[in-house]
């Protein structure tokens, strides 16, 4: 089954440094890949998806993530952390054997320090 | 265009009452996917409809039902509520069902049951 993995549960920052967030995934064939953020008490908001082509796609509010297939990773980076990105970021994996619903890992806290 | 609304935003009930909860997708979504979001279980499919027909469901109780209307707007219905069943429930809408198509979710209806 499709499962992904999030390896850290909260991570901090300092306002400014670099940022980056862990997500690997388990499934054999080129996955559907996304990332979402949730700000407390709101829904998830889009960031950025990966579906083929060129490994590192760039996202909303200066976020990118990369593809590597040989790691079954795609993580989440920003150069800049701002405190407004303090939030719950999930990773998520298309379950294509299952009516192509998300499977999302357990998310990760980003603190961020002034 | 406007984004996926959710109504109410708030409930709380108390064990054993049922509730329904609303979703509205965005213009033009003929797909409507529900999951539920505790602390502890993170993010759980529920169920996804599309043009009035359930397509996919996940691994909750028969307690938990939902259903689409023509307008593709769709409600969730919990029976019998349990302690357990306070969460956030989050509705999702998408244009087709292929793996590839993103999913927007709307901002949640919290529910608190007593």
């Known amino acids: 089954a499709q499962s992904v993995t999030q390896p850290d549960i909260h991570i901090t920052v300092s306002e400014g440094a670099s940022l980056e967030l862990r997500c690997n995934y388990s499934y054999g064939a080129t996955p559907y890949l996304f990332w979402y953020v949730q700000s407390p008490g709101q829904g998830l908001q889009l960031l950025l998806k990966?579906?083929?082509?060129?490994?590192l796609v760039q996202g909303i509010k200066g976020f990118e993530a990369e593809f590597k297939r040989s790691q079954s990773s795609f993580n989440l980076r920003k150069p800049s952390v701002h405190w407004s990105d303090a939030a719950e970021y999930f990773c998520a994996v298309v379950n294509m054997e299952y009516g192509n619903k998300l499977v999302f890992g357990a998310g990760t806290i980003l603190r961020v320090k002034s | 265009k406007a984004g996926v609304t959710q109504t109410p935003r708030y409930l709380i009930k108390t064990r054993g009452q049922q509730v329904t909860l609303s979703c509205s997708p965005i213009?033009?979504?003929?797909?409507v996917s529900w999951y539920q979001q505790t602390p502890g279980q993170g993010l759980q499919f529920l169920f996804e409809y599309f043009s009035e027909t359930q397509r996919n469901k996940g691994n909750f109780p028969g307690r938990f039902s939902g259903r689409q209307f023509s307008n593709s707007r769709s409600e969730m219905n919990v029976s019998t509520l349990e302690l357990g069943d306070s969460a956030l429930y989050l509705c999702?809408?998408?244009?087709?069902?292929?793996?590839?198509?993103?999913?927007?979710f709307g901002p949640g209806t919290r529910l608190l049951v007593l």
């Open positions: 990966y579906f083929s082509g060129d490994t």
């Open positions: 999702a809408s998408r244009g087709s069902l292929a793996g590839l198509e993103t999913q927007y």
């Open positions: 213009s033009g979504h003929r797909s």
